[in-house]
């Protein structure tokens, strides 16, 4: 493949809670369910995307992203995945969809986040990266990314193959797509069937019916447990049956059909193989458990809150609230992060600059156990929850956000600050020391900046380690 798998479009927040029926609820004769597990996802062009990554490709998520928890939790999960996240901002709240369990089975779907809210312009880097597929996958949820119109003049200028996943409230396929891959009630939905006709002829019409109104090339009907329906340029489609039976929970075989659709597109198939490798995984997918045996264990959540004085300003819910009001102020987003261990002036001085080039400073700080990753088992010296308590406290210093990961990646795709800002070595190295910063690549997904300041010499955090346990030891 020449480039990265894209995957565009909406991406939602799936959770699974599961539990126990053991009684009906006194006030009402509806099921109590008694939690026992409960478990996070990606969800919608996010749950794609995590497929595609999984198959072995380099796989781009050009999606929204909300300033809330459930951004940040996406972002978490998604960098857990493998998957690199070009953000739009996403004005109003991460949309959920919560499913309740018990014994395999659904009980009841509860969906939050309400109506779908605006998706911000496109960087100039995220049509750069649909320019340079190898194969794009739009996985339209109805919620608006694919309606972007800077999106769909990039999509239709592309000479990558673009496989559309469509729903029935979103726009319809750019003109001269390779494939669409719509399931029976979304066909049913934009192409009234005629009364009586049999389910192959119902998905037949509903297929040459679509590839006529969106010029697509071939548009392929998925039929649940019976296969596939492929409609080319000829008058006689294709059926393409499962290999076998296989019963289980259908959640997410769509997304996993047009993923490896996608992937099959990008390596040069034609299109009949691709729609017969993709019946055949989705198939081999629901057989083998379903989404809860096909994504890799999950990550731990970011903290929202810290206990203790400064607690406030520390977490996702603290950063979530300063992002709203400096952004709906027109304001300027700044962050820096690192360790922190022991803070110290040197510490203090890079923060002070930092904060005097925006409106606001955010400070991302490694948690426990991303330090001892990057620094052995000896360290921190200071727990996270007193490291951001210390950093809460400084004046110039306006939220902390905890992160897990070795790399400040996943928080960025969620802050998507304007400005990210590193001191020390960085600044007397010599040569382009911001193109040279290694999140330098990660800000121009959505158009931010890298920038060093002058950091006090002589100011080291293993120095003073060192020096301490010198101390001790005389």
Same mark, same amino acid.
């Given at each position: ?129 649909? $320019? ?91 039929? !649940? ?63 083998? $458990? ?20 400064? $607690? ?45 080039? $925006? ?25 996270? !929850? ?71 010499? !002589? ?16």
């Amino acid at each position: 493949m020449r480039g990265p798998v894209v995957v565009l479009g909406d991406t939602l927040l799936d959770r699974d809670v599961e539990g126990v029926v053991n009684r009906l609820c006194p006030d009402s004769p509806v099921p109590v369910l008694d939690e026992t597990a409960a478990s996070d996802r990606p969800g919608g062009a996010g749950l794609a995307a995590v497929f595609a990554a999984a198959q072995g490709a380099e796989v781009v998520l050009v999606t929204a992203l909300a300033d809330d928890a459930g951004g940040a939790r996406l972002s978490a999960l998604l960098a857990a995945a493998g998957v690199q996240v070009y953000p739009l901002a996403l004005s109003g709240a991460t949309p959920e969809k919560i499913r309740l369990r018990a014994r395999g089975r659904v009980l009841l779907r509860h969906d939050r986040g309400g109506t779908s809210g605006e998706p911000g312009q496109p960087s100039d880097e995220v049509l750069r990266v649909i $320019g340079a597929a190898s194969a794009v996958l739009v996985s339209d949820y109805g919620r608006g990314v694919a309606r972007q119109p800077a999106l769909r003049d990039a999509l239709s200028a592309t000479r990558a193959p673009v496989v559309w996943d469509p729903h029935p409230r979103g726009p319809a396929a750019v003109p001269g797509v390779h494939l669409a891959t719509p399931n029976e009630s979304e066909v049913r939905e934009l192409v009234p069937a005629l009364p009586g006709a049999s389910r192959l002829a119902t998905a037949s019409r509903g297929a040459q019916g679509l590839r006529r109104r969106w010029r697509a090339g071939a548009v392929a009907v998925t039929l !649940g447990g019976d296969g596939a329906l492929l409609c080319h340029a000829g008058s006689t489609p294709l059926v393409v049956p499962t290999p076998g039976s296989a019963e289980g929970d259908t959640c997410g075989a769509g997304d996993r059909f047009a993923a490896t659709a996608s992937l099959a597109l990008a390596q040069g198939a034609l299109v009949s193989e691709a729609v017969q490798a993709a019946v055949a995984e989705a198939s081999a997918y629901v057989a083998g $458990g379903g989404v809860a045996a096909a994504l890799p264990p999950p990550v731990r959540p970011s903290p929202t809150s810290v206990a203790g004085p400064g $607690g406030d300003r520390v977490g996702v819910a603290a950063v979530a609230t300063l992002l709203g009001e400096v952004r709906a102020g027109g304001g300027t987003v700044v962050a820096t992060g690192g360790c922190f261990d022991l803070l110290h002036a040197g510490h203090v001085s890079t923060l002070q600059a930092a904060r005097q080039l $925006g409106d606001c400073l955010i400070v991302c700080v490694n948690s426990d156990a991303s330090v001892a990753g990057l620094k052995g088992p000896d360290r921190p010296v200071m727990s996270e !929850g007193d490291r951001s308590r210390l950093l809460a406290a400084l004046s110039c210093v306006d939220a902390v956000l905890i992160f897990d990961e070795p790399t400040p990646d996943a928080a960025l795709s969620w802050v998507r600050p304007d400005i990210w800002v590193k001191g020390g070595d960085y600044a007397t190295g010599g040569g382009d020391a911001a193109a040279a910063l290694p999140e330098a690549e990660v800000l121009r997904r959505w158009g931010g900046n890298t920038v060093v300041v002058p950091y006090l010499d !002589g100011r080291s955090t293993t120095d003073m380690i060192v020096r301490s346990i010198g101390e001790r030891t005389r």
